[in-house]
């Protein structure tokens, strides 16, 4: 038995070696370091041990900024992407003609890179000397006034990052959902048919429950990316993202290291434990909740 | 309820869209299903029985045809107005919901005043699940049921509105010899005392055979005989039928009548009162008795003991087959050493079918 187990360890070796030094070390790593004050990387040497980044962090303006853009950007883009996909999906799987080109259309966005799809946002939005953009132009044939979406009012560039947000998490989703829709069988609706089963019972006791599980994927991983979205922000916005309040988590831990206002490995690092907390909190709620509603 | 089906046809575009015709899955099936009858829908798959059973649920539309219960014409009527209750081949249980709320769910569909109490209506799941013996299950879910309980649920949900009429889609393929046995013993109690009129699609003859008050034998989508089981069985109207209904098969030999004898080969083994012609000639396993003159000459290549009967294997060169299987009594057992075996025919046993179309030659043999 002994030797049985010592083997197995064995073969388990490069995995778990892997692991360690990739994963489980530098998680280690940026844990001591949230509380190694004023730790230099170069020098590798720290002031004291204490819990005074997080002080610091948790009253840093910026990091409040930086937590509160980004629940607003879960909040609003995890439901609405996730709805609205699902909304998509059954559509896409309801109609026969055309099916595979509107299929691909709603997957190019998949295909196209983050940064060149803000590009185009940000034309679109974008208030100028010259024009006022698209948007605003559309905005303008119902009475509205022209909004600057990119440098404007802190809602409207929410609102911008959120649109943006969606449109691009909402492909993927869908792709998932279409699947999940298609192997659902055939003969659970035609049972349902056969006992009269109204269209919307048909959805919510039917549909919704065979499908939860991809579902119940698509909120978990929504959640997390929306946690750690960051390039989103910088291809709307430009890289002095805390100059146009537009931060989020990521945001504030790249600036902490690496920014103009960066060099303080401490205070990046007590930002992502804080944000490492916050997502392993979420998830574990989403689990206990998928218990009572997913059904595998 | 009485179920007509009148000149019940339908057609399929071709798949390969190179092909203009269409498929005719069903082609013009005319029959009066009796009130309260266990009908068998029985044939090869691909012959047209599940589209049969899709056309008078009404998930399908016939291209052509009527369908009514009782008086009402329900041919366009959606599967919901119809009153039917379905079992699926796989069940279609939904997996998520217990045994109870499975068999709740068309009630709970109902609506206005069709609608009963939820008293009223977990009474009446209740009532089903005692029918099919499920009543201890019903906090379940269908995954930590056995196929033959799964079943039994599919047949409890189908039951529960009270359709008019009852419909299985190969109801016992997906169990164990055993079970299907059990289960088919079952079905036809269920049918008995709920005296639903009830139609169940099947390839398996056997299954077919031994439940149903009438069987419906179809070929390419052309019901090629409809009949109580054993008349059918006595009395095929072509070769296929023949060669469908009965274990062991029928054996199939090349014959031909010459001058008023039938004969196989050489062997002039019965007297036909026919004008020469080559036919096919179809022997029941159990047409065959041993006797030490008997007209038949087969090559013994084995003997197979099965109890109370034995299975004796030959050759003949008039055979169509690769042999052919007679079933005898135990006590006539031929001696295996001789290497040969003579046979003596019942006449009601064999069966004259004409060469070219395969059907059956009216013809007193003796």
Known sequence: ?296 | MKVVLQNLTKRFPNRNKKIKEDVVAVSDFSFEIPDGELIGLLGPSGCGKSTTLNLICGLQKPTSGRIFFGEDDVTDLPPENRGVGLVFQNYALYPHLTVRQNILFPLQNLKGAERPSKEEMLRRALEAAKLVQIDTLMDRKPSELSGGQQQRVAIARALVKMPRVLLLDEPLSNLDARLRLQTREEIRRIQRETGITTVFVTHDQEEAMSISDRIVVMKDGVVQQIGRPQDVYDSPVNLFVAKFLGTPPINVFEGEVRGGLLRLGEDAVLKAALPDQKVWVGIRPEGFAPEQAGPLHCELRAVEVMGRDISVVAGHPACAGTAIRAIIRAEDRPDTQVGTVRFALKPHKVFLFHRESEERLAVELS
């Open chain 1, 1 to 296: 038995m002994e030797r049985r187990s010592a083997k197995g360890w064995l073969y388990l070796l490069p995995a778990v070696a892997f692991l360690g030094v990739f994963l489980v070390y530098p998680l280690v790593d940026v844990f001591v370091y949230s509380f190694e004050e004023g730790y230099n990387s170069a020098s590798q040497s720290f002031f004291g041990v204490g819990p005074y980044n997080y002080s610091y962090v948790l009253h840093d303006p910026y990091f409040l900024q930086a937590l509160k853009n980004t629940f607003v950007l879960v909040i609003i883009t995890v439901p609405l992407s996730t709805g609205l996909a699902l909304l998509i999906s059954v559509g896409l799987s309801s109609i026969q003609k055309l099916k595979d080109l509107f299929q691909t259309v709603y997957f190019l966005p998949y295909v196209t890179n983050t940064l060149a799809v803000g590009l185009v946002f940000m034309i679109l939005f974008k208030k100028t000397a010259y024009t006022d953009g698209l948007v605003n132009l559309m905005l303008h044939w119902f009475g509205a006034g022209p909004v600057d979406f990119i440098d404007g009012p802190h809602w409207a560039k929410m609102f911008v990052l959120c649109f943006y947000t969606v449109w691009v998490v909402m492909p993927f989703k869908i792709l998932i959902l279409t699947s999940a829709l298609a192997s659902v069988n055939q003969d659970y609706y035609n049972a349902a048919r056969i006992d009269g089963t109204s269209r919307s019972r048909i959805f919510f006791r039917i549909t919704l429950p065979m499908i939860s599980p991809m579902l119940f994927y698509l909120i978990i991983t929504g959640f997390i990316g929306a946690f750690k979205a960051y390039s989103d922000a910088v291809a709307i916005f430009g890289v002095n993202l805390n100059a146009a309040g537009m931060n989020t988590m990521v945001g504030y831990v790249y600036d902490m290291l690496y920014g103009d206002s960066g060099g303080y490995p401490s205070y990046a690092s007590a930002a992502a434990i804080i944000l490492f907390v916050i997502v392993l909190t979420i998830t574990c709620i989403n689990l206990l909740i998928s218990r009572k509603n997913v059904h595998y």
